[in-house]
């Protein structure tokens, strides 16, 4: 009869240990994101930072600034001494390229 009170207690350890797991899953991170969700955001971010690695040198540096450090095009005219209409054309091909390698990578 003593197995079987051991077995109950150890269900019932197992049941209480997965319970505070799906319990610290479920807490949400400083910035209100779900653990899950911000683990799934840092690896979206890493993809796309190491994506820009690979692109040329000039559209690195304008995907970089637009894409990471949140620059507006006038500010990454300013910073690249660019005009502002290159800016733009740049961001939207590196758009372009970096799209197409997210599809590329989850196929």
Same mark, same amino acid.
């Given at each position: ?38 683990? =799934?955001?840092?690896? &979206? %971010?890493?993809?796309? #930072? /190491? $994506?820009?690695? *690979?692109?040329?040198?000039? =559209?690195?540096?304008? &995907? %970089?600034?637009?894409? #990471? /450090? $949140?620059?507006? *095009? ?12 290159? #800016? ?20």
């Amino acid at each position: 009869m003593s197995y079987l009170v051991i077995i109950v207690r150890g269900i019932a350890l197992n049941m209480v240990s997965k319970s505070n797991m799906q319990a610290e899953l479920d807490e949400e991170t400083p910035d209100g994101l779900s653990v899950e969700d911000s683990v =799934l955001s840092e690896l &979206a %971010y890493e993809e796309i #930072v /190491e $994506n820009i690695k *690979a692109l040329s040198p000039a =559209l690195r540096d304008i &995907a %970089y600034l637009s894409f #990471v /450090e $949140n620059c507006s *095009a006038g500010e990454i005219s300013e910073l690249l001494d660019m005009k502002i209409n290159t #800016v733009h054309s740049s961001i939207s091909r590196a758009r372009k390229i970096l799209s197409r390698k997210h599809t590329e990578n989850n196929q």
